[in-house]
């Protein structure tokens, strides 16, 4: 069983140890030598040897504390390695980030990752999928080192960290050749009238428009679910579906897939698209200089 002993009498006996001076292990744990000496009749009565003999003015060990030294010396020095600080984050070594995105993170992700390769050649941005919206068992564990997902309003999460990068709105997409692609702006009678399709990233059967119109007792018809932003507009062609997606996006693959892109006639909150981490790793040198980076692109 373990002994019940502080810790600094360790400490002092392994100075003294190899010192061989009251004075200078005094000196070395920033003690004054009466407190040394008060230290070690503590530690002699503790473990009921003299442990320390003045012999021609060293102290030396007796055969017990030789013993002893063989495990307390070196238990000592991997202890006060253990202890040491982080070592500073080398961003000119091969380093990889794995961060878990959707489809659309992903194409948001886009001018960070060239920032990036621009600037840190040697670091490696691996992009995965995320599988669900806060992965938290993976930020902890290390498989993941950040995850890049968005949210509607303000999360709680004691275990999370959460740093913003951009909000933006929803807009409802059509295509050219729908019914209601020559209105200047969509009732909620022309909203509901008409088939949707679902964008949902985690298998959801209801997203945000659903959210909002049930608060009014209302419902919308869905003809297609889909997991990904990105392919999503491409189903509006030919057809006379209604797709609410994120306005960033939208306005990027109108003019190439022919879209009519209009305000949708319910209030729908913004999206934020956020960079999540483990807070566990939130001192991780490596974790704080990618968010350090991170906060300074999107200042640019």
């Known amino acids: 069983m373990l002994p019940n002993i502080d810790l600094n009498l360790l400490k002092l006996f392994s100075s003294l140890y190899q010192t061989a001076s009251v004075s200078k292990t005094a000196q070395e744990l920033n003690l004054s030598q009466s407190a040394c000496s008060h230290a070690l009749t503590r530690l002699r009565q503790r473990l009921g040897d003299e442990l320390f003999i003045r012999i021609d ?42 961060i878990a995105t959707t489809d659309y993170t992903a194409w948001c992700l886009k001018p960070l990752v060239h920032y990036f390769n621009a600037h840190y050649p040697q670091i490696n941005l691996q992009l995965v999928s995320l599988e669900q919206r806060t992965p938290t ?103 006379n579906h209604l797709l609410t997606l994120p306005q960033a996006y939208a306005v990027q693959i109108a003019e190439l897939l022919d879209l009519v892109l209009l305000d949708p006639p319910l209030n729908i909150p913004n999206y934020r698209v956020k960079l999540y981490l483990h807070k566990t790793r939130q001192n991780d040198p490596k974790l704080t200089w990618f968010v350090k980076q991170f906060n300074q692109f999107i200042t640019l």
């Not at 209601?180 to 990233?201: G, V």
Request: charged share 20%.
């Open 57 to 98: 003015n060293e102290m030396v060990p007796s055969i017990f504390a030789q013993q002893i030294a063989q495990s307390v010396i070196p238990a000592m020095q991997q202890l006060s390695a253990g202890l040491k600080p982080f070592e500073p984050f080398n961003s000119s070594k091969t380093t990889r980030f794995t």
């Open 137 to 239: 068992e993976a930020l902890q564990d290390g498989r993941l080192d950040f995850a890049c997902g968005f949210t509607h309003h303000q999360e709680k999460n004691e275990s999370i960290l959460e740093h913003d990068w951009f909000e933006d709105k929803y807009v409802t997409a059509i295509s050219n050749q729908h019914p209601l692609a020559k209105q200047k702006a969509l009732t909620l009678d022309d909203f509901l009238s008409h088939t949707h399709i679902l964008i949902a990233p985690w298998n959801e059967t209801k997203g945000v428009v659903d959210s909002m119109l049930a608060k009014t007792k209302k419902s919308r018809k869905v003809a297609i679910t889909l997991p990904h932003v990105l392919i999503a507009p491409y189903y509006l062609q030919h057809s």
